[in-house]
């Protein structure tokens, strides 16, 4: 296991491991598993749901690739109800762990540097 998040109702729960994709269950009755999303090109380091629950952010990030690390990260939205993808972001550096605002307006992303980037999810922008 890499990372896990749980939605803010604790009704659902992500994790991630070596498989290159988040695994989406449902908790509301017996667990099972609702989602297998994938596609990106590293391992997801960090995940983190937001808008009730009906979204999630997945954070790929090469840190964990040590035998053939890509040389950029990935940030994607993703729509749990449909499955796919709402915004993806590629940035030229290395992140470690994604939050998101209780609102579910904002994303925010650590990096190597000490930076903090923060993603505005209504216009689709990233500022550091």
């Known amino acids: 296991m890499i990372t896990f998040a749980f939605a803010s109702d ?3 729960l992500a994790t991630s491991a070596w498989e290159r994709g988040t695994h989406v269950y449902d908790l509301s009755g017996a667990p099972r598993e609702r989602a297998f999303l ?3 090109g590293a391992l997801v380091a960090s995940a983190a749901f937001f808008d009730g629950g009906r979204k999630l952010a997945t954070l ?3 840190f964990l690739d040590i035998d053939n690390p890509p040389r950029t990260c ?6 749990l109800a449909g499955g796919r993808t709402l ?3 590629t940035l030229p550096t290395i992140l470690h762990m994604v ?4 609102d579910g307006r904002h994303l925010a ?3 190597d540097e000490g930076l903090v980037y923060i993603f505005r999810l209504a216009s689709g922008s990233g500022k550091k």
Request: charge should be negative.
């Open 60 to 62: 790929a990030s090469p």
């Open 74 to 79: 990935q940030l994607w939205i993703w729509d």
């Open 99 to 102: 939050g998101a605002a209780p």
């Open 38 to 40: 994938q596609g990106h």
């Open 10 to 12: 604790g009704k659902s």
């Open 87 to 89: 915004h993806e972001w």
């Open 109 to 111: 992303a650590v990096s």
